[in-house]
């Protein structure tokens, strides 16, 4: 083997490697990021059930999520954004839950029913999250943008 030849294969070896690294590192920040979003939405929560949605301030969302203050604005704008996109999050989550089993071909009244009970046994079932969004269906720190994208996941219900 020749220099050139050794140099290649090593070269060769390296990128090989190197994009196999890149892959590993870019999908253990990836998980790590999508870990702390979580635990910033889970002390979101426990906070605003707690304490109301004043009382949830970032210094202490940061600290029951044990994450530096400075993390939470790398995913979220503000203390808005933050909710905002909790309520989203949960209200995708109730609407899934609330049209579980639907099926369009069911009569109106055997639809409801089901889509009904599926929201009760939410309510009932979660709480914790029934309790935030309930909160948040009645404050103006919800912005129309995000009631409005909410609202899209309802089209079946309205539909029927």
């Given at each position: 083997?020749?220099?050139?030849?050794?140099?290649?294969?090593?070269?060769?070896?390296?990128?090989?490697?190197?994009?196999?690294?890149?892959?590993?590192?870019?999908?253990?920040?990836?998980?790590?990021?999508?870990?702390?979003?979580?635990?910033?939405?889970?002390?979101?929560?426990?906070?605003?059930?707690?304490?109301?949605?004043?009382?949830?301030?970032?210094?202490?969302?940061?600290?029951?999520?044990?994450?530096?203050?400075?993390?939470?604005?790398?995913?979220?704008?503000?203390k808005q954004d933050l909710v905002n996109r909790l309520y989203l999050?949960?209200?995708?989550?109730?609407?899934?839950?609330?049209?579980?089993?639907?099926?369009?071909?069911?009569?109106?009244?055997?639809?409801?029913?089901?889509?009904?009970?599926?929201?009760?046994?939410?309510?009932?079932?979660?709480?914790?999250?029934?309790?935030?969004?309930?909160?948040?269906?009645?404050?103006?720190?919800?912005?129309?943008?995000?009631?409005?994208?909410?609202?899209?996941?309802?089209?079946?219900?309205?539909?029927?």
């Amino acid at each position: 083997m020749n220099v050139h030849s050794f140099f290649y294969a090593c070269l060769d070896f390296n990128l090989r490697h190197s994009a196999i690294i890149q892959r590993t590192l870019l999908s253990h920040y990836f998980k790590k990021g999508i870990n702390k979003r979580s635990a910033l939405f889970k002390a979101t929560l426990s906070l605003v059930n707690k304490d109301g949605i004043q009382g949830a301030s970032m210094a202490k969302v940061a600290k029951m999520a044990k994450v530096s203050p400075a993390t939470i604005y790398i995913y979220f704008n503000n203390k808005q954004d933050l909710v905002n996109r909790l309520y989203l999050d949960l209200k995708e989550s109730f609407a899934k839950h609330a049209f579980n089993s639907y099926d369009v071909d069911y009569c109106i009244k055997d639809s409801f029913e089901k889509i009904w009970f599926n929201m009760t046994d939410f309510k009932l079932n979660q709480k914790e999250k029934a309790s935030f969004l309930s909160q948040c269906d009645n404050t103006p720190m919800i912005d129309e943008q995000t009631r409005q994208v909410w609202l899209k996941h309802l089209t079946p219900l309205f539909e029927l």
